[in-house]
């Protein structure tokens, strides 16, 4: 295993909708938030009755396999984005939405099962990538979305965005469901 260079992102890492997701990540060594996150998104998923996975909190919300699905879509286009920042990228990357990404995923035909090891998949290359780069890598930037973004900012935001939406599964999903509470 390397020995991460990265440095906390700042506030001129990222655009500032982005910096909610970074807040949430107050540790300093983020490939090992990165690596516990397997563990933890695991235990989330196996946690949900099969019968639940289909459940909105509301009708115009995702179901519970849909936030999951969304975690591994996001998961991919994060560590794309990173890998073309870290290899020196100079192009500006698209930036992407989320809606019509889970609209026309179908999620809700896949078991909860499938969604937790695409994201598990996703996340263990995901380690590998932020390991094994270079001082000189993890301070190189980019353009996504018409916005300036760093490679560290993007790692903490790949880990802030998996907190925030399984704070939201807890807080309004589970909150509402039999055996899910306190999950």
Not at 11 to 23: K, L, N, R
Not at 48 to 63: D, L, T, V
Not at 118 to 130: G, K, S, T
Request: proline fraction near 4%; aromatic fraction near 8%.
């Amino acid at each position: 295993m390397a020995i991460s260079h990265a440095q906390r992102p700042g506030s001129d890492d990222c655009a500032p909708h982005f910096a909610g997701y970074v807040s949430l990540v107050p540790e300093t060594d983020i490939v090992k938030v990165l690596r516990d996150q397997i563990r933890e998104v695991d235990e989330l998923v196996k946690g949900i009755p099969a019968e639940h996975a289909g459940f909105r909190y509301a009708s115009e919300k995702w179901s519970i396999r849909e936030v999951i699905g969304h975690l591994a879509d996001t998961e991919r286009i994060l560590s794309y984005r990173a890998t073309c920042l870290a290899r020196g990228e100079q192009a500006e990357l698209p930036g992407f939405d989320e809606n019509e990404y889970v609209r026309t995923a179908l999620f809700d035909q896949w078991s909860l099962a499938e969604l937790g090891a695409e994201f598990d998949a996703l996340r263990r290359a995901n380690v590998l990538l932020f390991e094994h780069l270079s001082g000189e890598a993890w301070r190189r930037s980019g353009v996504v979305n018409r916005n300036p973004i760093t490679v560290p900012a993007l790692a903490w935001i790949m880990a802030g965005h998996v907190r925030h939406h399984a704070n939201i599964l807890r807080e309004r999903y589970f909150a509402m469901l039999p055996n899910t509470a306190g999950r």
